[in-house]
């Protein structure tokens, strides 16, 4: 769904909260819905707001009020422009006292939009940092926990740095090992951090990324974890106590939507409630089997609908993401399968790794045609993580362009 119905419609339930009546208030919207959920707050706001600033990584563009300023940043990995919105957002908060408000729309991606670098730690050193773990398959939580280490603006220093009311309005791709965990959506800059330097350095000792990681950043974790350098805000933290925090969407939200959409066009539609989560190239086939054993006696034609957010460890040189290489490892156990199947995998965001796809779609006959094609078998494209490749020479991306959304990734099978 996206983000500016989700936000719509949460309204009703949020009408007694501060920010929804006639009091000013300052925003501060970051992520990969950033535009979308602003463009609705200041719809259904009746209070005045007193500045605006919208982080996204997509191009700036005109905004409903004059007084919004827009900042493209960079994702995965930040950039100057991510520094340039993290300092402005920290400018904001701290102007505020005690007697102001502020609003914060918070999307996936917001991790890397919004940086500012702990004192002796450079933006190539966060770079580079993020890089090592996203090559090395790290799960998203364990990601964070190293990003609001190297982070004055992250794991609650934004609230903490402000004397404002502050209210938090999250939409969530975080699927686990806590689903929709506050401290973990963007990196929980409005929220108590329950992480430490020391589960930061085992991070990076369980990615391999500990001996290669840049001297200063690993200095400073270090440094924290003897007790050197100051903790991000912890539960309980005073600072935090004026801060609130609430779901206005996430992944279930995009699977009811799919199943609406699958039962509406003649489809039994089934959900899988629990998360496709692990390796990309083992949860494809898993996912496979898992959706041949729920489609067992429903009636035909039959849609399975499943969502989590699975990770990829980079051995390879090629191009992908993480939906197009669980597809990818899914095309052999398809193959297998004796009905017609389709599936697909995409991230709800619109953009799927480094690429311009989304994510992809195999069948019962993809195998074939790729051998027909003249390609490798599938698990050298696996070696090399070139999924792009593999699908694009089929003609079976998936292009969406930027959704305005991002709510973890869905996958869809349509069994006939």
């Known amino acids: 769904m996206r983000a500016d119905v989700l936000l719509a419609r949460e309204a009703p339930r949020l009408a007694p909260a501060f920010a929804l009546g006639d009091e000013p208030y300052t925003l501060i919207a970051a992520g990969k819905a950033a535009h979308p959920m602003a463009d609705a707050w200041l719809r259904l706001c009746r209070g005045p707001c007193r500045a ?33 919105a993290g300092e402005r957002a920290l400018a904001l908060a701290t102007t505020l006292g005690a007697h102001d408000r502020l609003v914060v729309l918070l999307s996936g991606g917001a991790s890397s939009l919004l940086a500012r670098p702990a004192p002796g730690i450079s933006l190539e050193d966060k770079v580079a ?172 034609p039959c849609c399975v609908i499943a969502s989590g957010e699975t990770t990829v460890r980079v051995t390879g040189t090629g191009r992908g993401g993480r939906n197009q290489e669980l597809v990818l490892g899914a095309v052999p156990a398809l193959a297998d399968w004796a009905e017609a199947v389709t599936m697909a995998s995409v991230g709800t965001d619109g953009r799927d790794g480094p690429t311009d796809a989304a994510g992809a779609v195999a069948d019962a006959s993809t195998a074939m045609r790729a051998r027909r094609a003249g390609l490798a078998p599938v698990i050298d494209w696996l070696a090399d993580n070139n999924a792009y490749a593999f699908f694009d020479a089929l003609g079976d991306l998936v292009r969406t362009g930027p959704t305005g959304t991002n709510v973890a990734d869905l996958q869809v099978l349509l069994i006939g």
């Open 52 to 84: 605006a600033l919208v982080v996204s990584n997509e191009t700036p563009r005109a905004e409903p009020a004059h007084l919004v300023e827009a900042i493209a940043a960079g994702h995965p990995v930040p950039t100057r422009g991510s520094v340039v």
């Open 129 to 300: 940092a993020t890089g090592l773990l996203l090559r090395g398959g790290a799960a998203i939580d364990d990601l964070n926990a190293v990003r609001k280490h190297l982070s004055s603006i992250k794991g609650g220093h934004l609230a903490a740095a402000t004397q404002a009311e502050t209210l938090t309005l999250a939409l969530s791709d975080v699927v686990g090992p806590i689903e929709d965990d506050p401290s973990v959506v963007g990196s929980g800059p409005t929220v108590a951090d329950p992480t430490t330097y020391e589960a930061a350095l085992r991070v990076l000792e369980r990615c391999g990324a500990i001996g290669r990681v840049p001297s200063a950043a690993r200095r400073h974790l270090e440094a924290g974890a003897a007790g050197r350098a100051v903790e991000t805000p912890k539960p309980g933290d005073p600072r935090l106590a004026r801060s609130g925090w609430r779901l206005v969407g996430g992944r279930r939200d995009a699977m009811s939507a799919a199943a609406a959409i699958a039962d509406a066009r003649g489809y039994d539609a089934v959900v899988i409630d629990e998360p496709v989560v692990g390796e990309a190239r083992i949860a494809g086939p898993a996912l496979v089997e898992h959706a041949r054993s729920r489609a067992a006696g429903r009636r035909r």
